[in-house]
Antibody, heavy 116, light 108 residues
Framework: QVQFVQSGAEVRRPGASVKISCETSGYTFTDYAIHWARQAPGQRLEWMGWINGGSSITKYSQKLQGRLSITTDTSATTSYMELSNLTSEDTAVYYC?????????WGQGTLVTVSS | SYVLTQPPSVSLAPGNTARISCGGDDIGSKNVHWYQQKPGQAPVLVIFYDTDRPSAIPERFSGSNSGNTATLTVSRVEAGDEADYYCQVWDSYSDHPVFGGGTKLTVL
């Protein structure tokens, strides 16, 4: 059974950074890409970026380029998403998901709250 | 960037058929995927490549795609089908996925 388990909720001050983990199991980690997306309260899903599980090649959305870093630890079959220079607009639930063209499964989500 | 348009809401009584549209320029030439998201939960894939259904998803869920509109159909709607539904395509021009705005399905 493929499982994606994310780290817990985070609260940050504006200007700080946050790093979320996504621990995977049940499949060959290097065979699939992992994507990260977020959903602000009452808003649509927003794609953030992805990483190739085998090569670690990444691609980020233009909007987040420069603030976003997605990495993997192959030995731990875990992906990490780090977002820097946070503002209130980054308050959202963050998701990791497996796939290349479509996404299945998804992690349970991690709430990040940015507040002074 | 490619834009997907969904109606904000669809409401119907149990036992009826829900049809949720996803509009996009020549979307029929793209592969469309659909996700169900219940309150406080992560999205779940219900349809991929326009018409395919993961094994855990009931046969009541089906999809179609032609012209400028893709459609998710939920037959014999049940209370447990209440959720937000999102369509998604891969935008080959920008080389990243695009999501629709989501449709809230309410079972009266």
């Amino acid at each position: 059974q493929v499982q994606f388990v994310q780290s817990g909720a985070e609260v940050r001050r504006p200007g700080a950074s946050v790093k979320i983990s996504c621990e995977t199991s049940g499949y060959t980690f290097t065979d699939y890409a992992i994507h990260w997306a977020r959903q602000a309260p009452g808003q649509r899903l927003e794609w953030m970026g992805w990483i190739n599980g085998g090569s670690s090649i990444t691609k980020y959305s233009q909007k987040l380029q420069g603030r976003l870093s997605i990495t993997t630890d192959t030995s731990a079959t875990t992906s990490y998403m780090e977002l820097s220079n946070l503002t209130s607009e980054d308050t959202a639930v963050y998701y990791c998901a497996r796939g290349r063209i479509y996404f299945d499964p998804w992690g349970q989500g991690t709430l990040v709250t940015v507040s002074s | 960037s490619y834009v997907l348009t969904q109606p904000p809401s669809v409401s119907l009584a149990p036992g009826n058929t829900a049809r949720i549209s996803c509009g996009g320029d020549d979307i029929g030439s793209k592969n469309v995927h659909w996700y169900q998201q219940k309150p406080g939960q992560a999205p779940v894939l219900v349809i991929f490549y326009d018409t395919d259904r993961p094994s855990a998803i009931p046969e009541r869920f089906s999809g179609s795609n032609s012209g400028n509109t893709a459609t998710l159909t939920v037959s014999r709607v049940e209370a447990g089908d209440e959720a937000d539904y999102y369509c998604q395509v891969w935008d080959s021009y920008s080389d990243h996925p695009v999501f629709g705005g989501g449709t809230k399905l309410t079972v009266l």
